[in-house]
């Protein structure tokens, strides 16, 4: 089993930057691909980005140039530094991990069996 909680988010203005955290517990984080997903209100969840255990790395078109997810292992932690929010951004953030080995990455919700509970982000205009 592995739980998940986020912290990090906020309200920001637009143009504005925050960095999302998301703490783990279990002994095997870096065999599990992190990833991050937002749901708008009204809206279906989408994928983020994804980070593999040996840090490669995958982002929605959307996000790409100014979100960058990172980890750190030893510390059972990945994060999600924002930048250039837009209000569109608005959304629940949540972080979600996958099982497998040291080079998984995924971008399908399916793909994640372990979630947090969400941290939510507003971006005003």
């Known amino acids: 089993q592995v739980q998940l909680v986020e912290s990090g988010g906020g309200l920001v203005q637009a143009g504005g930057s925050l960095r999302l955290s998301c703490a783990a517990s279990?002994?095997?984080?870096?065999?599990?691909?992190m990833g991050w997903f937002r749901q708008a209100p009204g809206k279906e969840r989408e994928f983020v980005a994804c980070?593999?255990?040996?840090?490669?790395?995958t982002y929605a078109d959307s996000v790409k140039g100014r979100f960058t997810i990172s980890r750190d292992n030893a510390k059972n932690r990945a994060y999600l530094q924002m930048s250039s929010l837009k209000p569109e951004d608005t959304a629940v953030y949540s972080c979600?991990?996958?099982?497998?080995?040291?080079?998984?990455?995924?971008?399908?919700?399916?793909?994640?069996?372990?979630w947090g509970q969400g941290t939510q982000v507003i971006v005003s205009s």
């Open positions: 979600a991990a996958a099982a497998g080995s040291i080079w998984y990455l995924s971008t399908r919700e399916g793909d994640f069996g372990f």
């Open positions: 279990g002994r095997t984080f870096s065999t599990y691909a």
């Open positions: 980070i593999s255990g040996n840090g490669g790395n």
